[in-house]
Nanobody, 125 residues
Framework: QVQPVESGGGLVQPGGSLRLSCALA????????IAWFRQAPGKEREGVSC????????DYADSVKGRFTISIDNAKNTVYLQMNSLKPEDTAIYYC?????WGLGGLFDIGYDFWGQGTQVTVSS
Protein backbone atom coordinates (compact mmCIF):
# COMPACT_ATOMS: atom_id res chain seq x y z
CA GLN A 1 0.00 0.00 0.00
CA VAL A 2 1.38 3.38 -1.03
CA GLN A 3 1.54 5.86 1.83
CA PRO A 4 2.15 9.47 0.80
CA VAL A 5 3.85 11.65 3.38
CA GLU A 6 3.06 15.35 3.22
CA SER A 7 5.19 18.09 4.72
CA GLY A 8 5.78 21.80 4.44
CA GLY A 9 2.62 23.20 5.98
CA GLY A 10 2.62 25.93 8.60
CA LEU A 11 1.50 29.42 9.53
CA VAL A 12 2.10 32.19 6.99
CA GLN A 13 0.91 35.75 6.60
CA PRO A 14 -1.37 36.76 3.72
CA GLY A 15 0.69 37.28 0.61
CA GLY A 16 3.31 34.80 1.74
CA SER A 17 4.47 31.52 0.25
CA LEU A 18 4.79 27.89 1.23
CA ARG A 19 5.96 24.79 -0.58
CA LEU A 20 4.27 21.53 0.23
CA SER A 21 5.98 18.21 -0.44
CA CYS A 22 4.46 14.79 -0.97
CA ALA A 23 6.96 11.95 -0.68
CA LEU A 24 5.88 8.74 -2.39
CA ALA A 25 8.28 5.93 -1.62
CA UNK A 26 8.24 2.66 -3.45
CA UNK A 27 6.51 3.62 -6.70
CA UNK A 28 7.54 4.87 -10.11
CA UNK A 29 5.80 8.20 -10.55
CA UNK A 30 5.93 7.80 -14.35
CA UNK A 31 2.92 5.51 -13.97
CA UNK A 32 0.84 7.52 -11.53
CA UNK A 33 -1.40 10.55 -11.38
CA ILE A 34 -0.99 12.63 -8.24
CA ALA A 35 -3.17 15.41 -6.87
CA TRP A 36 -3.44 17.85 -4.01
CA PHE A 37 -6.75 18.32 -2.23
CA ARG A 38 -7.67 20.53 0.70
CA GLN A 39 -10.37 20.66 3.31
CA ALA A 40 -11.20 23.70 5.39
CA PRO A 41 -13.21 23.47 8.63
CA GLY A 42 -16.88 23.02 7.89
CA LYS A 43 -16.32 22.68 4.17
CA GLU A 44 -16.14 19.80 1.73
CA ARG A 45 -12.84 18.55 0.42
CA GLU A 46 -11.89 20.21 -2.85
CA GLY A 47 -9.35 19.50 -5.53
CA VAL A 48 -6.51 22.02 -5.77
CA SER A 49 -4.21 20.68 -8.46
CA CYS A 50 -3.26 17.47 -10.22
CA UNK A 51 -0.37 16.26 -12.32
CA UNK A 52 0.39 13.32 -14.55
CA UNK A 53 3.60 11.41 -14.05
CA UNK A 54 3.47 10.11 -17.60
CA UNK A 55 3.39 13.39 -19.51
CA UNK A 56 3.52 17.12 -18.89
CA UNK A 57 -0.10 17.48 -17.93
CA UNK A 58 -1.37 19.62 -15.05
CA ASP A 59 -4.63 21.12 -13.91
CA TYR A 60 -5.60 23.66 -11.28
CA ALA A 61 -8.73 24.78 -9.51
CA ASP A 62 -9.81 28.24 -10.65
CA SER A 63 -9.30 29.55 -7.13
CA VAL A 64 -5.54 28.85 -7.24
CA LYS A 65 -4.64 29.40 -10.91
CA GLY A 66 -1.73 31.78 -11.28
CA ARG A 67 -0.77 31.38 -7.62
CA PHE A 68 -0.04 27.67 -7.14
CA THR A 69 2.32 25.47 -9.14
CA ILE A 70 2.45 21.68 -9.04
CA SER A 71 5.59 19.78 -10.04
CA ILE A 72 7.22 16.35 -9.90
CA ASP A 73 10.80 15.44 -9.03
CA ASN A 74 11.03 11.86 -10.30
CA ALA A 75 14.53 11.40 -8.89
CA LYS A 76 13.24 12.15 -5.39
CA ASN A 77 9.85 10.49 -5.87
CA THR A 78 8.26 13.68 -4.62
CA VAL A 79 5.46 15.92 -5.79
CA TYR A 80 5.50 19.58 -4.80
CA LEU A 81 2.88 22.29 -4.51
CA GLN A 82 4.39 25.77 -4.57
CA MET A 83 1.86 28.19 -3.11
CA ASN A 84 2.38 31.91 -3.61
CA SER A 85 0.27 34.97 -2.80
CA LEU A 86 -1.51 33.01 -0.12
CA LYS A 87 -4.89 34.20 1.11
CA PRO A 88 -6.77 33.48 4.34
CA GLU A 89 -9.23 31.41 2.32
CA ASP A 90 -6.38 29.03 1.46
CA THR A 91 -6.37 27.92 5.08
CA ALA A 92 -7.05 24.18 5.17
CA ILE A 93 -5.55 20.76 5.65
CA TYR A 94 -3.84 19.81 2.41
CA TYR A 95 -3.79 16.19 1.31
CA CYS A 96 -1.78 14.37 -1.33
CA UNK A 97 -3.54 11.59 -3.23
CA UNK A 98 -2.66 9.28 -6.08
CA UNK A 99 -3.85 6.65 -8.49
CA UNK A 100 -2.00 4.35 -10.85
CA UNK A 101 -2.56 5.13 -14.49
CA TRP A 102 -1.83 7.35 -17.44
CA GLY A 103 -3.05 10.88 -17.72
CA LEU A 104 -4.49 13.19 -15.11
CA GLY A 105 -6.53 11.91 -12.21
CA GLY A 106 -8.70 15.02 -12.12
CA LEU A 107 -9.80 17.36 -9.35
CA PHE A 108 -12.61 15.20 -8.01
CA ASP A 109 -11.64 12.90 -5.18
CA ILE A 110 -13.41 9.89 -6.65
CA GLY A 111 -10.95 7.39 -8.06
CA TYR A 112 -7.85 8.11 -6.03
CA ASP A 113 -6.51 4.97 -4.40
CA PHE A 114 -4.22 6.30 -1.70
CA TRP A 115 -4.15 9.38 0.49
CA GLY A 116 -1.73 11.01 2.86
CA GLN A 117 -2.47 12.14 6.40
CA GLY A 118 -2.46 15.82 5.48
CA THR A 119 -0.53 18.92 6.45
CA GLN A 120 -2.08 22.04 7.96
CA VAL A 121 -1.75 25.35 6.14
CA THR A 122 -2.89 28.45 8.01
CA VAL A 123 -2.86 31.88 6.39
CA SER A 124 -3.37 34.59 8.96
CA SER A 125 -1.93 37.89 10.09
Amino acid sequence: QVQPVESGGGLVQPGGSLRLSCALAGINLDYYAIAWFRQAPGKEREGVSCISGSYDGKDYADSVKGRFTISIDNAKNTVYLQMNSLKPEDTAIYYCAGVEGWGLGGLFDIGYDFWGQGTQVTVSS
